[in-house]
C-alpha cells in the first residue's frame, strides 16, 4: 500500500462499514470498538492512508492476531493503491446518502444525526456516545464546563430535575403494615376470595408534603455555580406546591413570586434584573438574621426542609451565623446544606463561618455537579 495516498475525505459512514466488514471476519469489533474507530477518524483528518490504518488499529485491535487479521481486512477492503475514501465494492454502501466527513464524525455523534440512511450499528453508537457524554457532563464540575458543554448540561439536567420532583411530589400508597384496618378497600381485595379477608388493607393518615425553603449564595465566590443552581432551584419551584426561594449576597430577595406560572427563559431575565448583589460580598449569618426577623412564619416545624447553598465564606461574625441557623434549627424538620467545594478533592470545611454553621447542619453535601444535584433526592 502506498503511505503517501492521501485521505481528503472519508465518511463515517465507511468506517462504520469497515467496522462492520471487519466484525464478519473475525475481527472482534463492537459498538464501543466502532465508536472508538470513528474518534480516531475524526482526529486524525485528512493525511496519509498509513495514519489511519494506524489509527484504526490501535482501537481495534487488542492481540497480535488481531493485527495479523486486521492488515487482511484493511488491504481486502480498500483497494492497494486507490485512496483510502474509494473502498472496494460490495462493501460499501452509496456515499451519496450522507455528507458527513470525518471532520464531522464526532458532531453526528453527539447529535444523533448521520444522514437519511442510519444503520442500526450507527443508532447504537450514537446511543452509547450519548450515554457517555451524559455521563461525563453528569459528573463534571460547573466551574469547569464550557458554554457549550454547560448548554447540553442544562437541557439534561433539567429533564432529570422535573424527573425528581415529580418523584418527589407523588403520595405515599396506602401503607400494608401498621394503622387500622381499611375495611371497603380489605373487602374489595378480597373478592376474588370469595370475601376472606387474606389480604389485609390499612389506613394511615395521609403525609402532609414538606415544605421546601431554599437560600441560594449568589456572591463573588460562588459566580461559577449560582446560574446554574438557579436554574435547579426553578425546577423545584415549578414541582412542589409549597417552595420558598431566596437569594443573598449581602443581603436577601425572596424570588417566589419570579418563579411561579414562569417560564425558565422569563424568570432569569427578570432575576438578572434584581438588586439582588449578584457576584458580590457575603453575609451569611446577616442574611440568614433577615430571614429570621421577616420570614420566619415560612418555617414549619416537623414539615419544613431547610435548604441553604453556600460555599460557606462569610465576611460577617461566624458567632451571628451560629446563633441565626440554630434558631432555624428549631423551627424545621431537617437543615440541608449544599456546598460546591465539597466536591473538590482536598476541601476541608475549615473557614470560619462554614465551621461554625457545622453543629447545626443536618445533611452537609456537594453541590458541584449534576450528580450531586440529583443525590438530593434522598435527602428530600
Given at each position: ?23 464478519e471476519r ?19 483528518g ?20 488481531d ?11 480498500w483497494n492497494?493503491t ?33 444522514g437519511?440512511?442510519?444503520?442500526s ?20 464540575d ?43 378497600r ?9 370475601g ?17 425553603v ?42 417566589t ?25 457575603t ?9 429570621n ?37 428549631r ?50
Open positions: 500500500m502506498n503511505s503517501r495516498t492521501a485521505n481528503p475525505s472519508i465518511t463515517a459512514e465507511t468506517i462504520v462499514e469497515f467496522c462492520r466488514f471487519a466484525r473475525g475481527l472482534p469489533v463492537s459498538v464501543k470498538e466502532t465508536l472508538g474507530a470513528l474518534e480516531a477518524a475524526a482526529a486524525l485528512p493525511g496519509r492512508t498509513d495514519d489511519l490504518r494506524f489509527g484504526l488499529r490501535s482501537v481495534l485491535c487488542s492481540s497480535m492476531e493485527w495479523d487479521l486486521f492488515e487482511e481486512c484493511f488491504q481486502a477492503f492497494d486507490s485512496e483510502v475514501s474509494t473502498p472496494k465494492q460490495p462493501h460499501v454502501r452509496d456515499t451519496r446518502r450522507s455528507e458527513i466527513s470525518v471532520h464531522t464524525a464526532r458532531s453526528m455523534i453527539t447529535s444523533g444525526s448521520s437519511e440512511d442510519v444503520s450499528e450507527q443508532e447504537g453508537v450514537q446511543a452509547v456516545a450519548g450515554a457517555s457524554i451524559r455521563e461525563r457532563l453528569a459528573k463534571a460547573f466551574s469547569t464546563l464550557q458554554q457549550a458543554d454547560m448548554e447540553a448540561l442544562e437541557q439534561i439536567a433539567l429533564r432529570l430535575f422535573r424527573q425528581m420532583a415529580r418523584r418527589l411530589a407523588r403520595r405515599r400508597r396506602i401503607s400494608t403494615a401498621r394503622g387500622q384496618v381499611d375495611l371497603r380489605t373487602i374489595r381485595r378480597n373478592i376474588s376470595h370469595g376472606e379477608p387474606i389480604s389485609l388493607r390499612f389506613r394511615e393518615r395521609r403525609p402532609r408534603p414538606h415544605r421546601l431554599t437560600l441560594l449564595d449568589i456572591s463573588g465566590s460562588m459566580s461559577p455555580y449560582s446560574v446554574f443552581l438557579v436554574k435547579f432551584l426553578f425546577a423545584l419551584q415549578k414541582h412542589f406546591r409549597h417552595v420558598d426561594t431566596f437569594l443573598f449576597s449581602t443581603s436577601l430577595v425572596e424570588i413570586p419570579l418563579f411561579r406560572g414562569r417560564r425558565l427563559r422569563d424568570a432569569l431575565r427578570d432575576l438578572s434584573q434584581l438588586p439582588a448583589g449578584w457576584a458580590g460580598g453575609s451569611i449569618g446577616g442574611s440568614l438574621r433577615e430571614f426577623q421577616f420570614h420566619h412564619r415560612k418555617l414549619r416545624s416537623g414539615d419544613t426542609l431547610f435548604l441553604m447553598l453556600s460555599d460557606g465564606w462569610d465576611t460577617g461574625s461566624p458567632g451571628v451565623l451560629a446563633a441565626e441557623l440554630a434558631r432555624v434549627k423551627q424545621v424538620r431537617r437543615v440541608i446544606w449544599l456546598n460546591p467545594l465539597l466536591g473538590l478533592k482536598d476541601y476541608q470545611p475549615l473557614t470560619a463561618g462554614m465551621s461554625a454553621a457545622l453543629p447545626h447542619i443536618d445533611v452537609f453535601a456537594a453541590a458541584h455537579n449534576l450528580e450531586s444535584l440529583l443525590a438530593l433526592e434522598k435527602y428530600l
